[in-house]
């Protein structure tokens, strides 16, 4: 049965996708996802797409599945891109923030998610300013399924997901291209784990920026062991006009204002001039070149206004396809859960 | 607790390490009234008639292990740790004196603590107790302690452990104030300025898995500084838990220059690495993927890498770190249930030192002997010559002695710990290396995988 065919009814966990994602019960980083089941993500997005893009944008897929969001930092496109997937889907979303919890009280991540799973939730979709907090979840919770909405500095698997589908939907292929991903790298969550995709999906991956935010240990050769082997190709390079040079994505991330203060930066001006992401510095880029953000943006900072909002830009089509990887990613588990 | 026993014990048959005395040889023990009556080739004659005969053969017999570096939490985190379960745990993993860290609540800074620790010790405690006084009042980092009140009372030497002594001239002052009173300053060093918020060592696995990293220069600069005051006032100073490759160096050049500095290293630093956090190592399932993040592992030294794992063993393989210390800082396995930046810092490491350590041997690093000296002779030498009797077994000594065989393979089971502390990362691992009995002034402590 088709993907299609298969979300106009109830999910059965025996007509859920094949291969590796039949067996997956959380997403928690890249890492351990295969090549494959990145791709199984992607195809399986396309088909979420079409729903997404209908006129009545609703399909049963999920009925009777309980989501919920469980935020401790704020968010905005995130958190409404999983509700959203998940209502597309039919899917109850139930939606908690640390504040005005239970948490606020001192209850511990752990027991907050005991509780949840005490109520019979399918999946837990968890953004908290801690590395690792959702492995804490998948460690002690046996019924719920986990998916990382963005761990301390650690990982942001969808956001990865959704930028190689985006990649892959605009260019039809992700091997081979030149992705340069700029700025503060270190305190990045989205670019470690885009940094696993891009790097498993066999494109040439190069981080830029001052090196006081660049993740250097990550990369030193003799430092990475064979089952990290994706990582060996990846490359660093401070200088943004050389790392432009031949690009094919070009991902700015957002510098965070705190960096000035945490002496990572002179100043912001000294920023702005040799890392700024602008149209002039793309002149030894691929003429087609793409520009993304993982937003919230800082125009005029990691990017030019110009250039966010200019032809090459697919900031937009980024948030379009978020929902769609999202989509994906709540069905397969979702319905899988309890299997 | 240390009542003298009439009753004559004869350990028949291990082989003596008595590093002490140079002694490696395989004979007997005898013990009467809490001392060692003679030890090696005994005589059948001179042994006793009807006394207690303890088969040892293929055993080893050496003086109890000394544990100069523990936290025995009493008073103030009885639920993490008291002295009757610390004293037991030391027990277990053949310690028959150790020296508990005044991080207490509130902290060993005056007499009447010094006095509650040594009293609960012998009401509770079922090896030796020596408590470490603060450096600074409340250890607080701003003015010194009463030294000698301290010393008076019974401390055996100062630590602000858990904080390092940050301010440079309060140590010089410390060392100076210290000098004559022969006793050892213990200094955790960290400089907080540079760790600011790490939780693991620096490098590729912290930068994997985001966390905020502990370079080595931490350890190293405020090392360097410590060696360069030990040298200006001639003060003793010790240097707590070692655990990066550019530490040793750092020991062995002052040594070499004659400036009165001392080490120690941890049974972990020297056997795993920050690999370990990754999780899944201890038993082997592979690391990474869900059982990353393991708060099990997160100590203060961090866990490092395997280059600096290496320059450890090599530096107390060669003496230039005197000793293994433990570092025992048992927790609530509830306070582990968190993220890893929530986790406290700590492993329980009483019960699983000696196993740990004998990786030593059986790798072939150093000889057993070396590795029975870092254990004995090396901590009592750090507190200095007054010490002397807990590391030996020479007749007329007290009987302090540990019966462990070397090659005796467990699995790691933390619900066994006598230790209220089950936080360890070794859960689930074989170590190879187990003691069988402890003995502390002549009478069996514990015995036979019990407590007694």
């Known amino acids: 049965m088709s993907l299609l065919n298969a979300l106009e009814t109830e999910a059965q966990p025996q007509v859920i996708a094949s291969g590796g994602l039949k067996r997956r019960r959380h997403v928690l980083d890249l890492d351990d996802f295969s090549r494959q089941e990145i791709l199984e993500v992607l195809e399986s997005a396309e088909g979420m797409s079409e729903v997404l893009h209908r006129d009545i944008k609703k399909v049963p897929a999920l009925r009777g599945r309980v989501v919920v969001t469980l935020f401790y930092e704020a968010s905005t496109r995130t958190r409404m891109s999983f509700e959203e997937a998940g209502k597309i889907l039919s899917a109850d979303v139930i939606n908690m923030s640390a504040s005005g919890s239970s948490a606020e009280k001192g209850e511990s991540l752990l027991n907050t998610g005991l509780t949840i799973q005490a109520m019979g939730v399918d999946t837990i979709v968890i953004r908290h300013p801690h590395s690792g907090a959702p492995y804490l979840l998948a460690q002690h919770l046996d019924k719920v399924g986990i998916i990382n909405a963005g761990d301390g500095i650690h990982a942001h698997p969808t956001q990865a997901l959704l930028d190689l589908y985006t990649v892959k939907e605009k260019l039809g292929r992700l091997e081979g291209l030149k992705v340069v991903i700029v700025g503060d790298v270190l305190h990045s969550r989205v670019a470690r784990s885009n940094i696993w995709g891009f790097a498993k999906m066999g494109a040439q991956v190069v981080l830029c920026g001052p090196s006081t935010l660049l993740p250097l240990d990550m990369l030193r050769p003799s430092g990475v062991p064979a089952n990290d082997e994706p990582l060996a190709s990846v490359q660093v390079e401070t200088n943004l006009?050389?790392?432009?040079?031949?690009?094919?994505?070009?991902?700015?991330?957002?510098?965070?204002?705190?960096?000035?203060?945490?002496?990572?930066?002179?100043?912001?001006?000294?920023?702005?001039?040799?890392?700024?992401?602008?149209?002039?510095?793309?002149?030894?880029?691929?003429?087609?070149?793409?520009?993304?953000?993982?937003?919230?943006?800082?125009?005029?900072?990691?990017?030019?206004?110009?250039?966010?909002?200019?032809?090459?830009?697919?900031?937009?089509?980024?948030?379009?396809?978020?929902?769609?990887?999202?989509?994906?990613?709540?069905?397969?588990?979702?319905?899988?859960?309890?299997? | 607790m240390f009542g003298l026993t009439s009753d004559t014990i004869l350990i028949k048959g291990p082989r003596i390490i008595d590093p002490g005395r140079g002694v490696d040889e395989v004979g007997d023990i005898l013990v009467r009234n809490g001392a060692i009556l003679a030890s090696g080739q005994i005589s059948s004659d001179d042994i006793p008639e009807g006394c207690r005969v303890v088969e040892a053969a293929g055993k080893v017999a050496s003086p109890g292990f000394i544990d100069i570096h523990c936290h025995l939490r009493e008073p103030g985190y009885e639920y993490k740790e008291t002295i009757a379960a610390g004293t037991r745990a030391a027990a277990r993993g053949g310690f028959t004196s150790i020296c508990c860290m005044p991080n207490t609540d509130p902290p060993i800074d005056n007499s009447a603590m010094v006095e509650f620790i040594l009293q609960r010790a012998r009401d509770e405690g079922i090896v030796r107790v020596f408590p470490i006084g603060c450096v600074t009042k409340g250890r607080k980092g701003k003015e010194l302690s009463e030294m000698e009140e301290l010393a008076v009372a019974g401390v055996v030497a100062f630590s602000d452990d858990g904080d390092p002594v940050?301010?440079?001239?309060?140590?010089?002052?410390?060392?100076?104030?210290?000098?004559?009173?022969?006793?050892?300053?213990?200094?955790?060093?960290?400089?907080?300025?540079?760790?600011?918020?790490?939780?693991?060592?620096?490098?590729?696995?912290?930068?994997?898995?985001?966390?905020?990293?502990?370079?080595?220069?931490?350890?190293?600069?405020?090392?360097?500084?410590?060696?360069?005051?030990?040298?200006?006032?001639?003060?003793?100073?010790?240097?707590?838990?070692?655990?990066?490759?550019?530490?040793?160096?750092?020991?062995?050049?002052?040594?070499?220059?004659?400036?009165?500095?001392?080490?120690?290293?941890?049974?972990?630093?020297?056997?795993?690495?920050?690999?370990?956090?990754?999780?899944?190592?201890?038993?082997?399932?592979?690391?990474?993927?869900?059982?990353?993040?393991?708060?099990?592992?997160?100590?203060?030294?961090?866990?490092?890498?395997?280059?600096?794992?290496?320059?450890?063993?090599?530096?107390?393989?060669?003496?230039?770190?005197?000793?293994?210390?433990?570092?025992?800082?048992?927790?609530?396995?509830?306070?582990?249930?968190?993220?890893?930046?929530?986790?406290?810092?700590?492993?329980?490491?009483?019960?699983?030192?000696?196993?740990?350590?004998?990786?030593?041997?059986?790798?072939?690093?150093?000889?057993?002997?070396?590795?029975?000296?870092?254990?004995?002779?090396?901590?009592?030498?750090?507190?200095?010559?007054?010490?002397?009797?807990?590391?030996?077994?020479?007749?007329?000594?007290?009987?302090?002695?540990?019966?462990?065989?070397?090659?005796?393979?467990?699995?790691?089971?933390?619900?066994?710990?006598?230790?209220?502390?089950?936080?360890?990362?070794?859960?689930?691992?074989?170590?190879?290396?187990?003691?069988?009995?402890?003995?502390?002034?002549?009478?069996?402590?514990?015995?036979?995988g019990a407590v007694v």
Not at chain 1, 246 to 275: C, H, K, T
Not at chain 2, 292 to 317: E, S
Not at chain 2, 412 to 418: A, I, L, R, T
Request: net charge negative; proline share 5%.
């Open chain 1, 241 to 339: 006009d050389q790392a432009l040079e031949g690009a094919d994505v070009v991902m700015a991330l957002r510098l965070q204002a705190e960096r000035q203060n945490g002496g990572f930066l002179p100043s912001m001006r000294e920023y702005i001039r040799r890392w700024q992401v602008t149209e002039a510095r793309l002149g030894r880029s691929s003429p087609d070149v793409m520009i993304m953000h993982p937003g919230p943006m800082n125009e005029g900072i990691e990017i030019s206004s110009t250039l966010a909002h200019g032809g090459r830009s697919v900031i937009e089509r980024q948030v379009t396809n978020g929902v769609a990887i999202r989509m994906a990613l709540l069905y397969h588990l979702s319905a899988g859960v309890g299997a």
């Open chain 2, 166 to 448: 940050e301010d440079p001239n309060l140590m010089r002052l410390a060392l100076t104030y210290s000098s004559d009173l022969g006793l050892p300053v213990t200094n955790h060093c960290q400089d907080r300025s540079l760790s600011r918020d790490g939780v693991m060592a620096e490098g590729r696995v912290a930068t994997r898995l985001g966390l905020p990293g502990i370079p080595s220069a931490v350890e190293e600069a405020m090392m360097a500084r410590d060696v360069a005051l030990a040298e200006l006032t001639g003060g003793r100073i010790h240097l707590a838990h070692l655990s990066t490759a550019g530490s040793v160096p750092l020991v062995k050049q002052a040594r070499e220059r004659g400036i009165p500095v001392t080490a120690e290293v941890c049974p972990h630093h020297l056997t795993i690495t920050d690999e370990w956090v990754l999780g899944g190592q201890s038993a082997g399932t592979g690391a990474g993927g869900t059982f990353a993040y393991d708060t099990l592992t997160k100590v203060y030294p961090p866990l490092r890498g395997q280059r600096d794992v290496d320059a450890l063993v090599q530096g107390l393989a060669e003496g230039t770190i005197d000793c293994i210390a433990t570092d025992h800082a048992p927790h609530e396995l509830i306070s582990k249930l968190v993220t890893y930046q929530d986790a406290p810092s700590g492993i329980s490491v009483l019960e699983t030192a000696l196993g740990s350590a004998l990786q030593l041997v059986h790798g072939g690093h150093m000889t057993l002997n070396a590795l029975v000296e870092r254990m004995t002779v090396g901590p009592a030498r750090v507190l200095g010559d007054s010490f002397d009797y807990l590391s030996t077994l020479a007749p007329g000594s007290t009987a302090d002695i540990v019966i462990f065989d070397p090659d005796l393979e467990w699995v790691v089971d933390p619900n066994e710990f006598q230790s209220m502390g089950k936080n360890t990362p070794l859960q689930g691992a074989t170590l190879k290396g187990q003691v069988i009995a402890t003995m502390v002034q002549g009478r069996f402590v514990y015995e036979d």
